[in-house]
């Protein structure tokens, strides 16, 4: 709530300033479960001062979102949804002069990246760009720079080295892959026991299917699962989402749809079944507990799979005082080197502004 309120405030008073009933603010969400929920709070704010906004993402019919958004000032999206009410000309973006990206790196990263391009540049070419997220990559950066000019940085504690919620106790076991089962198993034992049975805990797998064949796993050893990933109808999404953050269902089994910015009350133990791809979608994963004050506990399943991740790994604990296994510090210090999109590992970042030197031959 807190970050909706940081640019949801300033966004609807440059509405309200305006004096425009035109679209003005688009906000730009990478799932449908942040767009909804950055869409509640944002519709009791343009509801206090008269204003209308509307949230745009798939997985639903179109013709509401089509006929509501007529009527709105502020639009939060997803990039799909939004580039086909686009496309069919049922939504302009002329007007939008104060765009907001939510989860900037995720935005800016292979996959989004050219349907960001696309909608930017259909917006206002004098809009205030506002980029909002907790974790921060050079390369992201570098990208991100194209979209703005003269950028102020505001940055919250330190950014420039990847870091976690120091209130988050943070374990880490190195273990055989074909042990997952069992462990999962015996850590919700130790972790749902006597006054601690009702704790909410969020189970992070990789792939959809992983996250499927473990809800199956656990619905047979008894326990109640609220599943959240991207096989199931949105309306699924969204009765499970809903399930766990009222409490009605204290586990939640869930990819990476629910590691971003998602604001679920009382998390009190994040489980890392998968290790992310990659160390910045770890620290978002174990930052859904911890959370306004609140203390809570991060437990990852390492294994040899994910060695090429270790130093990064390892980086994150030390920076947030956490103990690093000596299991973990056998695979060695070793950081796996971002590649590029196009040229891979053989990709070398050089100043493609500076001048070539003439050499010449005998």
């Not at 009190?268 to 290790?275: E, G, Y």
Request: hydrophobic letters at 40%; aromatic letters at 6%; proline letters at 3%.
């Amino acid at each position: 709530m807190s970050l909706t309120l940081g640019f949801g405030i300033p966004a609807v008073n440059h509405v309200v300033k305006s004096g425009s009933q035109d679209l003005k603010v688009l906000v730009i969400s990478p799932t449908r479960e942040l767009a909804t929920q950055t869409y509640e709070n944002m519709k009791e704010l343009t509801d206090a001062v008269g204003l209308h906004c509307v949230c745009i993402y798939g997985g639903v019919p179109k013709e509401s979102q089509r006929r509501e958004v007529k009527r709105s000032q502020c639009v939060i999206a997803t990039p799909g949804r939004l580039l086909d009410l686009i496309q069919e000309g049922s939504i302009s973006l002329k007007q939008v002069d104060y765009l907001i990206l939510d989860e900037a790196d995720r935005m800016l990263e292979k996959g989004f990246e050219e349907d960001i391009k696309n909608i930017v540049s259909q917006t206002n070419a004098q809009r205030q760009t506002l980029m909002f997220t907790a974790t921060w990559p050079r390369e992201v950066r570098d990208l991100a720079s194209t979209f703005m000019d003269q950028p102020a940085k505001v940055s919250i504690g330190d950014r420039d080295e990847l870091s976690a919620n120091k209130s988050i106790k943070q374990i880490v076991e190195v273990i055989d892959p074909r042990e997952k089962k069992t462990k999962l198993l015996q850590l919700l034992d130790k972790y749902l026991v006597g006054s601690k049975k009702h704790d909410r805990i969020l189970i992070f797998a990789l792939y959809k299917k992983e996250a499927a064949r473990v809800e199956r796993d656990l619905t047979y050893h008894g326990y109640e699962v609220a599943a959240l990933h991207g096989d199931l109808s949105q309306a699924q999404r969204t009765q499970a989402l809903d399930s766990f953050k009222s409490g009605k269902c204290n586990l939640m089994l869930a990819t990476d749809v629910a590691a971003r910015g998602l604001d679920i009350p009382n998390v009190k133990v994040v489980i890392n079944l998968t290790f992310p791809l990659t160390a910045e979608d770890y620290v978002h994963r174990i930052g859904r507990t911890g959370r306004a004050g609140h203390t809570g506990i991060a437990h990852t399943l390492f294994t040899i799979e994910e060695k090429h991740l270790a130093g990064a790994l390892m980086n994150v604990l030390r920076a947030a005082n956490q103990p690093v296994p000596d299991e973990l510090l056998q695979f060695g210090s070793y950081t796996k080197k971002k590649t590029h999109s196009a040229y891979g590992a053989f990709y070398k970042d050089v100043d493609m502004h500076e001048k070539g030197k003439k050499i010449k031959f005998d």
